[in-house]
T-cell receptor, first 114, second 117 residues
Framework: DTGVSQNPRHKITKRGQNVTFRCDPISEHNRLYWYRQTLGQGPEFLTYFQNEAQLEKSRLLSDRFSAERPKGSFSTLEIQRTEQGDSAMYLC????????????FGSGTQLSVL | AQKVTQAQTEISVVEKEDVTLDCVYETRDTTYYLFWYKQPPSGELVFLIRRNSFDEQNEISGRYSWNFQKSTSSFNFTITASQVVDSAVYFCALRDYSGAGSYQLTFGKGTKLSVIP
């Protein structure tokens, strides 16, 4: 069990640029989640995949945000035309199917938009 | 709408003291799940417990215990004989059981616990 891996750990970008983050979940987990966390706040749900299907999206996920999980393994989260308000920690989590629902989180990608 | 309130923003205790972290939730659903997560300085959220709304039995795991009271919509977390390694931000979270498969967790703002040696 290598845990949930997120890359990069830190990303600094200029306003208006596009950024892409990657998440590699625990290999046997078929569920994958993206959350966003700003300083002093709890994580906020963005989206959820079961295998390759994106089953749930938050209202927070504007049309500048897109997430994919093409083969039901790794996932990418892209933000187009970044804004300063997008600055946050982006967290990925995965879990297996079943009643336990124990989410394993990665260490996150810290995005700073200048 | 769901809401989780953790009124304590920061708590400091001296090592070996007991400490209780409060969590109050709001939901219209009769069936739901409650969680506690720990976020140490490294940033990775660590699952601590999941509790179903229909199971009000309190749970103890080592130095950790949880008190779930449906009547007051509270799910409090107690650490007994605190240690420096307990220093972290602790989050309470809620998920309803929509039956349609919503897996969205609603988190509180967290309580930062500092255990002083």
């Amino acid at each position: 069990d290598t845990g949930v891996s997120q890359n990069p750990r830190h990303k600094i970008t200029k306003r208006g640029q596009n950024v892409t983050f990657r998440c590699d979940p625990i290999s046997e987990h078929n569920r994958l989640y993206w959350y966003r966390q700003t300083l002093g706040q709890g994580p906020e749900f963005l989206t959820y995949f079961q295998n390759e299907a994106q089953l749930e999206k938050s209202r927070l996920l504007s049309d500048r945000f897109s997430a994919e999980r093409p083969k039901g393994s790794f996932s990418t989260l892209e933000i187009q035309r970044t804004e300063q308000g997008d600055s946050a920690m982006y967290l990925c989590a995965s879990s297996s199917t079943g009643a336990n629902e124990k989410l394993f989180f990665g260490s996150g990608t810290q995005l700073s938009v200048l | 709408a769901q809401k989780v309130t953790q009124a304590q923003t920061e708590i400091s205790v001296v090592e070996k003291e007991d400490v209780t972290l409060d969590c109050v939730y709001e939901t219209r659903d009769t069936t739901y799940y409650l969680f506690w997560y720990k976020q140490p300085p490294s940033g990775e959220l660590v699952f601590l417990i999941r509790r179903n709304s229909f199971d009000e039995q309190n749970e103890i795991s080592g130095r950790y215990s949880w008190n779930f009271q449906k009547s007051t919509s509270s799910f409090n977390f107690t650490i007994t004989a605190s240690q420096v390694v307990d220093s972290a931000v602790y989050f309470c979270a809620l998920r309803d059981y929509s039956g349609a498969g919503s897996y969205q967790l609603t988190f509180g703002k967290g309580t930062k616990l500092s255990v002083i040696p």
